[in-house]
């Protein structure tokens, strides 16, 4: 063994003898299930209860849980309480009762209850509300009486929620959710909001929630290996399968587990999509999976040497500040010594293409050197749109590493142009980001080249539209918005755009007589094109239509000259087996 591993095996070793009186941080995660009559269309499988159990599976020991499932009624089917295995065996029986057939969707009543009790914040618990729903405000057939519900969600329960230290966590199961609610939910308590367009992508789903929820410490697995240390008590193993081909786990010394064989120490859970694999006290080593290749394939682990990152939000706006901080932990103390940290390397990976090493030099976005808290500032240096942070220490023996997912919105608005039916005015639609600004703080002004100021009037599901003339084709128009982040700051947003169709949106538009003139013109212009092209083309295939009947002879003479070969072939082959047959008859009688 190299020097530099035996130095850092020593080390780990003393550091795993160290006693601390630090007192983990706890996570309590409760998970609020739709159960509408509508989930009969978006979720006709039942694939909420899949997605539920593979959560329950993720869920540390020692955390905190419950599930309520709502329609017009609320019911909490696994009750809050301490997440160990007979909760979690619980849970996985209750899963199956999932169903579709509540009358409304009693948003503000599941909120209420699965909430009770959180009134301020707790510095020792981490709090999260995981919210799948697909559909509306619905308590009643009186519309009024689903505003007002909507109303109270916004102005009495929002509010606490985010006072208390809450992240509300959305999913949208269908295209008739109220995502502009869910969105503003998951917004203000600095949760994240995911539209699913299909029920086979809850798993999935559920997944990238739990990482946000209940973070824990998780391994590369590169070419489906993993290598596990000597500090690690637990794993478990998250492979999603394609196809119907079983999973198989080799652990270090070559030995084959599965479903159907494997030792007491291993929990193993099959769905049709998955396997989730918890072993106790796995043993150190190299570990093998033999089953799909999947980038949401998980190793997570329990240890004693953690790596521990800083919070970031979910939505962030181009030119935030990201700095991005990580320790490792020994039994939640800071390792600092020198000589342990001088083999371990710290970056952050974005997007699997670009890293960047984090440093402890008490330089730029490090405020300390030496101190055991590594730093990189990524301002500026993200794309748009959703951005995947891989946050790894790494060292001769070990690894640990955190996955985050981060928006990256590059305006506050999206500004799009259209026009209406009869081609004479622009439709200027103005779409605020509300994962990032309050949209009931938004204020919006219109100018157009010339003095003219339209007004843009909000549309329902939080869209602003302005109607231009179409005279003002080609002319420049300038949008200015003033708004208020979620976390309390002011932005204003400056947006000049040229008064020109770049693709024009029809949805049964019927078009000017001068557009349908030009359009005429066209089709002219494109058949006269399209028939001389198929003139070309009839004149291509009957050139190469014309038959070589010279080469037809020839293939015909050859096939017959072989086909006469077998036959000789095969009449010389019976001729002999025949003789041969008679030869033996001989001598049989002779004998």
């Given at each position: 063994m190299?020097?530099?591993?035996?130095?850092?095996?020593?080390?780990l070793?003393?550091?795993?003898?160290?006693?601390?009186?630090?007192?983990?941080?706890?996570?309590?995660?409760?998970v609020?299930?739709?159960?509408?009559?509508?989930?009969?269309h978006?979720?006709?499988?039942?694939?909420?209860?899949?997605?539920?159990?593979?959560?329950?599976?993720?869920?540390?020991?020692?955390?905190?849980?419950?599930v309520?499932?709502?329609?017009?009624?609320?019911?909490?089917?696994?009750?809050?309480?301490?997440?160990?295995?007979?909760?979690?065996?619980?849970?996985?029986?209750?899963?199956?009762?999932?169903?579709s057939?509540?009358?409304?969707?009693?948003?503000?009543e599941v909120?209420?209850?699965?909430?009770?009790?959180?009134?301020?914040?707790?510095?020792?618990?981490?709090r999260?509300?995981?919210?799948?729903?697909?559909?509306?405000?619905?308590?009643?057939?009186?519309?009024?009486?689903?505003?007002?519900?909507?109303?109270?969600?916004?102005?009495?329960?929002?509010?606490?929620?985010?006072?208390?230290?809450?992240?509300?966590?959305?999913?949208?199961?269908?295209?008739?959710?109220?995502?502009?609610?869910?969105?503003?939910?998951?917004?203000?308590?600095?949760?994240?909001?995911?539209?699913?367009?299909n029920?086979?992508?809850?798993?999935?789903?559920?997944?990238?929630?739990?990482?946000?929820?209940?973070?824990?410490?998780?391994?590369?697995?590169?070419?489906?290996?993993?290598?596990?240390?000597?500090s690690?008590?637990?794993?478990?193993?998250?492979?999603?399968?394609?196809?119907?081909?079983p999973?198989?786990?080799?652990?270090?010394q070559?030995?084959a587990?599965?479903?159907?064989?494997?030792?007491?120490?291993?929990?193993?859970?099959?769905?049709?999509?998955?396997?989730?694999?918890?072993?106790?006290?796995?043993m150190?080593?190299?570990?093998?999976?033999?089953?799909?290749?999947?980038?949401?394939?998980?190793?997570m682990?329990?240890?004693?040497?953690?790596?521990?990152?800083?919070?970031?939000?979910?939505?962030?706006?181009?030119?935030?500040?990201?700095?991005?901080?990580?320790?490792?932990?020994?039994?939640?103390?800071?390792?600092?010594?020198?000589?342990?940290?001088?083999?371990?390397?710290?970056?952050?990976?974005?997007?699997g293409?670009?890293?960047?090493?984090m440093?402890?030099?008490?330089?730029?976005?490090?405020?300390?050197?030496?101190?055991?808290?590594?730093?990189?500032?990524?301002?500026?240096?993200?794309?748009?749109?959703?951005?995947?942070?891989?946050?790894?220490?790494?060292?001769?023996?070990?690894?640990?590493?955190?996955?985050?997912?981060?928006?990256?919105?590059?305006?506050?608005?999206?500004?799009?142009?259209?026009?209406d039916?009869?081609?004479?005015?622009?439709?200027?639609?103005?779409?605020p980001?509300?994962?990032?600004?309050?949209?009931?703080?938004?204020?919006?002004?219109?100018?157009?080249?010339?003095?003219?100021?339209?007004?843009a009037?909000?549309?329902?599901?939080?869209?602003?539209?302005?109607?231009?003339?179409?005279?003002?084709?080609?002319?420049?128009?300038?949008?200015?918005?003033?708004?208020?982040?979620?976390?309390g700051?002011?932005?204003?947003?400056?947006?000049?755009k040229?008064?020109?169709?770049?693709?024009?949106?029809?949805?049964?538009?019927?078009?000017?007589?001068a557009?349908e003139?030009?359009n005429?013109?066209?089709?002219?212009?494109?058949?006269?094109?399209?028939?001389?092209?198929?003139?070309?083309?009839?004149?291509?295939?009957?050139?190469?239509?014309?038959?070589?009947?010279?080469?037809?002879?020839?293939?015909?003479?050859?096939?017959?000259?072989?086909?006469?070969?077998?036959?000789?072939l095969?009449?010389?082959?019976?001729?002999?087996?025949?003789?041969?047959?008679?030869?033996?008859?001989?001598?049989?009688?002779?004998?």
């Amino acid at each position: 063994m190299m020097a530099g591993g035996r130095i850092l095996l020593l080390t780990l070793g003393l550091l795993c003898l160290l006693s601390s009186a630090y007192a983990a941080r706890k996570d309590d995660v409760r998970v609020l299930i739709d159960v509408s009559g509508s989930m009969k269309h978006n979720d006709p499988h039942k694939l909420r209860a899949p997605a539920l159990r593979l959560l329950v599976g993720l869920l540390p020991e020692g955390s905190t849980s419950g599930v309520w499932t709502f329609g017009q009624y609320v019911n909490m089917p696994v009750k809050l309480g301490r997440v160990d295995r007979r909760w979690k065996k619980l849970a996985r029986a209750e899963s199956k009762r999932i169903h579709s057939r509540g009358l409304h969707t009693n948003i503000e009543e599941v909120l209420k209850r699965a909430s009770f009790g959180w009134t301020k914040p707790d510095k020792n618990t981490r709090r999260s509300l995981i919210l799948l729903t697909d559909g509306m405000v619905d308590i009643s057939r009186d519309a009024k009486k689903n505003a007002a519900s909507r109303r109270r969600i916004l102005k009495n329960i929002l509010p606490r929620l985010k006072k208390a230290g809450v992240r509300l966590h959305t999913i949208a199961l269908s295209a008739g959710a109220d995502k502009a609610l869910l969105k503003q939910l998951s917004a203000v308590t600095g949760g994240d909001y995911i539209q699913v367009d299909n029920a086979r992508s809850l798993e999935r789903a559920f997944l990238k929630l739990f990482e946000k929820a209940a973070p824990v410490d998780s391994l590369a697995i590169e070419g489906n290996r993993f290598k596990l240390d000597t500090s690690v008590h637990d794993m478990t193993v998250l492979i999603f399968r394609k196809g119907a081909k079983p999973v198989v786990l080799l652990n270090p010394q070559g030995k084959a587990f599965d479903y159907q064989k494997h030792p007491r120490n291993f929990s193993w859970n099959q769905e049709q999509s998955y396997e989730l694999i918890t072993v106790k006290k796995p043993m150190a080593g190299e570990w093998i999976i033999k089953g799909s290749k999947d980038p949401d394939n998980r190793v997570m682990i329990v240890t004693n040497l953690k790596l521990e990152t800083s919070d970031l939000p979910p939505s962030i706006l181009a030119g935030d500040k990201v700095l991005v901080e990580a320790e490792l932990l020994n039994k939640g103390k800071r390792i600092t010594r020198e000589s342990f940290l001088s083999l371990v390397n710290f970056q952050v990976e974005v997007n699997g293409k670009t890293r960047y090493p984090m440093l402890d030099t008490g330089n730029g976005a490090d405020s300390k050197k030496g101190d055991g808290r590594y730093s990189i500032d990524l301002t500026g240096k993200l794309g748009g749109g959703d951005q995947l942070l891989i946050i790894r220490a790494k060292g001769a023996t070990f690894e640990r590493q955190f996955r985050y997912t981060l928006d990256n919105f590059l305006s506050i608005v999206d500004v799009r142009l259209t026009e209406d039916k009869s081609a004479k005015h622009f439709y200027l639609s103005i779409i605020p980001h509300i994962e990032i600004i309050d949209p009931e703080s938004l204020h919006i002004k219109i100018k157009l080249e010339g003095g003219e100021s339209p007004v843009a009037h909000q549309e329902p599901g939080g869209l602003w539209v302005a109607e231009i003339d179409k005279k003002n084709e080609g002319k420049f128009v300038t949008i200015i918005v003033d708004a208020k982040r979620h976390t309390g700051g002011k932005v204003q947003a400056k947006i000049k755009k040229k008064l020109v169709l770049e693709k024009v949106i029809k949805e049964n538009h019927a078009a000017s007589p001068a557009t349908e003139k030009k359009n005429d013109n066209h089709v002219k212009e494109k058949s006269a094109h399209d028939k001389q092209n198929s003139q070309k083309e009839d004149t291509k295939t009957e050139e190469h239509g014309k038959t070589n009947w010279f080469l037809v002879g020839w293939i015909i003479l050859v096939v017959n000259i072989v086909l006469a070969i077998i036959g000789i072939l095969i009449f010389k082959l019976w001729k002999k087996k025949k003789m041969s047959q008679e030869a033996e008859d001989d001598k049989d009688v002779a004998l």
